[in-house]
């Protein structure tokens, strides 16, 4: 059964006024017909962007596109064996040149090779060719190269792949599935990726039994439109058809021979993604405390491809600086000190903030029985029902992420446990799923981090007060400050001035009964965020973040004291310090798809904390407020 897929995302706001580049694309083209083409375009000043080789080494077919413009010396290269074809790629590497396309067909032993190196510095790039699995060169989650191009030859039964990579710098997000599982696989796919806001396919790698390997990337090229499983006629009737707009194609390939070759093509508004530009807005402190934090922040999220922060410090409730970053192309928002971030695990402040309001009004201790007062008298564990608030709020109750399964991104399994996913589990399924279970260790004999502490305090909090969880904290503990839930449904966020990014999905947790994953921000982590929202599920800005933490503890219980407390997730990364200088600051990152693990305690300890915790560092417009000044 025939098989096609055509996705246009289309935007109002057009990439480039400008008139559309000189584009030129050929395909069916013989070797002598495409040696012409190629002579002809590069003396007449083009370029190529893409490069197909398809068919057999017999009967050898090209398709390719061009752009008049300038740019790097480019040579190339044509049916060429693999023994010519290393020759040339190593004395075209030994001459600094790079590889950037890479194209084989036939059967693996005599497989015909096309390739196109330029004189560019890329950084550090790898090409192999006859890799039985592509993962052996470039696994999909290797972040430190990006896919320039990739090509499937041989047959089904000894299939071989050449794929090339180059240095990721800049920190740049792309996915790459190298087994989709025919075309309903490839759809689902494709489906599950284009979810990620602003992302879009930057390659379609066609193979000889139809099968797709596609590329996507989250830069942009302004209007796009993608279509596969073309024959040639209907690849010239679209190619026509968008040259009467504003697309012109960037990325095209063949495969198969004469009457069942099928092309897979990408038109948009420009093959080179737009240059980001760094932007900042906020309030100003002393100048050179202000360059220097500004500074500090944009190498920062330079190197991390950041492109949406804040921060923001403040004393006793004050706002003394608050700086808004953005490292961003046109299409997203320039981030403002108002703008709202997801929080993560920050949330849990607010939660201890409210446990310390309904201690201090007698309506709870620290010492209270959680299970006793919501009703729950069996436990498969019977010391589970010994739990105190005091033991929830130090992480001390028996739950060790390192043991068991983190029950906050569980939702899916709960659902299936009590309703066969029939519905998403509640925040009173997941209580009542951990009653199943047996502890971890001992409440009160140690302590291990856990979001399941806060998720129950918050359904504790809820049923003493007889209301909503928010609506609570609005009345009680917020004192106007702007925090709300950050909703789990795409469809919240399709207006959201910051988008919180992360490459990777999973499947849907407030939809247990589909296999469509969505992007971990919107469910695909396995959590709620309605339901995990005291624990990691609000949102707020760096300067209400910073407002907060000079009245309520960082970290632990009660009013404001010295420390620190961070949350994290794939598409989100916030910290918060309150200094002994008597200074709290926050920061909040739209992600953190960060180049290593390390990159946010180097932020916050090594970068930003010195600025603020030294009395030596602090600038005049600071000394009053610094501790030994």
């Given at each position: 059964?025939?098989?096609?897929?055509?996705?246009?995302?289309?935007?109002?706001?057009?990439?480039?006024?400008?008139?559309?580049?000189?584009?030129?694309?050929?395909?069916?083209?013989?070797?002598?017909?495409?040696?012409?083409?190629?002579?002809?375009?590069?003396?007449?000043?083009?370029?190529?962007?893409?490069?197909?080789?398809?068919?057999?080494?017999a009967?050898?077919?090209?398709?390719?596109?061009?752009?008049?413009?300038?740019?790097?010396?480019?040579?190339?290269?044509?049916?060429?064996?693999?023994?010519?074809?290393?020759?040339?790629?190593?004395?075209?590497?030994?001459?600094?040149?790079?590889?950037?396309?890479?194209?084989?067909?036939?059967?693996?032993?005599?497989?015909?090779?096309?390739?196109?190196?330029?004189?560019?510095?890329?950084?550090?790039w790898?090409?192999?060719?006859?890799l039985?699995?592509?993962?052996?060169?470039h696994?999909?989650?290797?972040?430190?190269?990006?896919?320039?191009?990739?090509?499937?030859?041989g047959?089904?039964?000894?299939?071989?792949?050449?794929?090339?990579?180059?240095?990721?710098?800049?920190?740049?997000?792309?996915?790459?599935?190298?087994?989709?599982?025919?075309?309903?696989?490839?759809?689902?796919i494709?489906?599950?990726?284009?979810?990620?806001?602003?992302?879009?396919?930057?390659?379609?790698?066609?193979?000889?039994?139809?099968r797709?390997?596609?590329?996507?990337?989250?830069?942009?090229?302004?209007?796009?439109?993608?279509?596969?499983?073309?024959?040639?006629?209907?690849?010239?009737?679209?190619?026509?058809?968008?040259?009467?707009?504003?697309?012109?194609?960037?990325?095209?390939?063949?495969?198969?021979?004469?009457?069942?070759?099928?092309?897979?093509?990408?038109?948009?508004?420009?093959?080179?993604?737009?240059?980001?530009?760094?932007?900042?807005?906020?309030?100003?402190?002393?100048?050179?405390?202000?360059?220097?934090?500004?500074?500090?922040?944009?190498?920062?999220?330079?190197?991390?491809?950041?492109?949406?922060?804040?921060f923001?410090?403040?004393?006793?409730?004050?706002?003394?600086?608050?700086?808004?970053?953005?490292?961003?192309?046109?299409?997203?928002?320039?981030?403002?000190?108002?703008?709202?971030?997801?929080?993560?695990?920050?949330s849990?402040?607010?939660?201890?903030?409210?446990?310390?309001?309904?201690?201090?009004?007698?309506?709870?201790?620290?010492?209270?029985?959680?299970?006793?007062?919501l009703?729950?008298?069996?436990?498969?564990?019977?010391?589970?029902?010994?739990?105190?608030?005091?033991?929830?709020?130090?992480?001390?109750?028996?739950?060790?992420?390192?043991?068991?399964?983190?029950?906050?991104?569980?939702?899916r399994?709960?659902?299936?446990?009590?309703?066969?996913?029939?519905?998403?589990?509640?925040?009173?399924?997941?209580?009542?799923?951990?009653?199943?279970?047996?502890?971890?260790?001992?409440?009160?004999?140690?302590?291990?981090?856990?979001?399941?502490?806060?998720?129950?305090?918050?359904?504790?909090?809820?049923?003493?007060?007889?209301?909503?969880?928010?609506?609570?904290?609005?009345?009680?503990?917020?004192?106007?400050?702007?925090?709300?839930?950050?909703?789990?449904?795409?469809?919240?966020?399709?207006?959201?001035?910051?988008?919180?990014?992360?490459?990777?999905?999973?499947?849907?947790?407030?939809?247990?009964?589909?296999?469509?994953?969505?992007?971990?921000?919107?469910?695909?982590?396995?959590?709620?965020?309605e339901?995990v929202?005291?624990?990691?599920?609000?949102?707020?800005?760096?300067?209400?973040?910073?407002?907060?933490?000079?009245?309520?503890?960082?970290?632990?219980?009660?009013?404001?004291?010295?420390?620190?407390?961070?949350?994290?997730?794939?598409?989100?990364?916030?910290?918060?310090?309150?200094?002994?200088?008597?200074?709290?600051?926050?920061?909040?990152?739209?992600?953190?798809?960060?180049?290593?693990?390390?990159?946010?305690?180097?932020?916050?300890?090594?970068?930003?904390?010195?600025?603020?915790?030294?009395?030596?560092?602090?600038?005049?417009w600071?000394?009053?407020?610094?501790?030994?000044?």
């Open positions: 059964m025939q098989y096609r897929l055509v996705v246009a995302l289309l935007n109002v706001c057009f990439l480039y006024a400008a008139a559309q580049p000189d584009v030129q694309t050929y395909f069916n083209l013989d070797e002598a017909a495409h040696a012409t083409k190629t002579q002809t375009l590069q003396s007449s000043g083009y370029r190529i962007i893409s490069l197909s080789s398809y068919g057999t080494p009967d050898i077919k090209y398709a390719a596109v061009w752009v008049k413009r300038e740019g790097n010396h480019q040579v190339m290269i044509s049916s060429a064996d693999i023994k010519t074809y290393k020759k040339w790629l190593a004395k075209g590497k030994s001459r600094g040149y790079a590889s950037t396309h890479v194209s084989a067909t036939g059967p693996a032993k005599e497989a015909v090779f096309a390739g196109v190196m330029e004189k560019a510095d890329v950084g550090k790898s090409q192999e060719c006859g039985a699995k592509p993962e052996k060169l696994p999909a989650r290797d972040f430190s190269r990006v896919v320039k191009d990739f090509s499937t030859y047959t089904p039964n000894n299939r071989r792949y050449c794929v090339l990579v180059h240095e990721n710098m800049g920190n740049a997000k792309e996915t790459i599935f190298y087994n989709t599982n025919g075309p309903e696989g490839f759809a689902a494709y489906k599950s990726e284009l979810k990620k806001p602003i992302w879009r396919p930057a390659h379609l790698f066609v193979a000889d039994d139809k797709i390997i596609p590329h996507f990337a989250d830069d942009w090229v302004g209007e796009w439109k993608a279509a596969t499983d073309l024959t040639a006629d209907e690849l010239d009737a679209e190619i026509k058809l968008q040259q009467q707009g504003r697309l012109r194609p960037i990325h095209l390939d063949g495969a198969g021979t004469e009457k069942d070759t099928r092309f897979a093509v990408i038109f948009a508004e420009t093959d080179v993604p737009e240059a980001r530009k760094w932007t900042v807005t906020g309030k100003q402190g002393e100048q050179a405390m202000t360059e220097r934090l500004d500074s500090i922040m944009q190498a920062w999220m330079k190197k991390n491809g950041v492109r949406q922060a804040q923001a410090a403040a004393v006793q409730g004050e706002i003394i600086l608050e700086r808004s970053y953005t490292w961003a192309e046109s299409n997203r928002a320039i981030v403002e000190p108002d703008d709202i971030f997801f929080v993560v695990s920050l849990k402040m607010f939660t201890h903030a409210a446990v310390y309001n309904l201690i201090q009004a007698g309506k709870l201790d620290y010492s209270t029985r959680v299970y006793d007062v009703g729950y008298k069996q436990a498969k564990d019977p010391r589970a029902l010994s739990t105190t608030v005091s033991q929830l709020l130090d992480h001390s109750a028996g739950f060790d992420r390192s043991i068991s399964p983190d029950i906050g991104f569980q939702f399994r709960v659902s299936e446990f009590f309703h066969n996913n029939k519905r998403p589990a509640n925040l009173r399924d997941m209580i009542e799923f951990q009653l199943t279970k047996t502890l971890d260790f001992k409440p009160g004999s140690r302590s291990s981090y856990s979001n399941y502490g806060t998720m129950l305090l918050g359904y504790l909090i809820t049923n003493i007060t007889e209301q909503p969880y928010m609506d609570f904290l609005k009345e009680n503990v917020l004192e106007g400050l702007d925090v709300r839930i950050y909703e789990t449904a795409a469809e919240k966020h399709v207006n959201d001035r910051i988008v919180q990014e992360t490459r990777f999905s999973g499947l849907d947790a407030t939809h247990p009964e589909s296999l469509q994953k969505v992007p971990y921000i919107f469910g695909g982590d396995g959590s709620i965020k339901e929202a005291p624990s990691f599920g609000l949102a707020a800005s760096a300067s209400t973040i910073a407002r907060f933490i000079g009245k309520h503890a960082v970290w632990g219980t009660g009013e404001r004291e010295v420390g620190n407390r961070q949350g994290g997730l794939p598409a989100a990364r916030a910290m918060a310090v309150s200094e002994a200088s008597g200074i709290d600051w926050a920061v909040t990152i739209n992600t953190q798809d960060f180049v290593t693990d390390k990159e946010t305690t180097v932020l916050r300890d090594r970068l930003l904390k010195p600025l603020f915790s030294e009395p030596k560092s602090c600038f005049s600071l000394r009053k407020f610094c501790a030994g000044v």
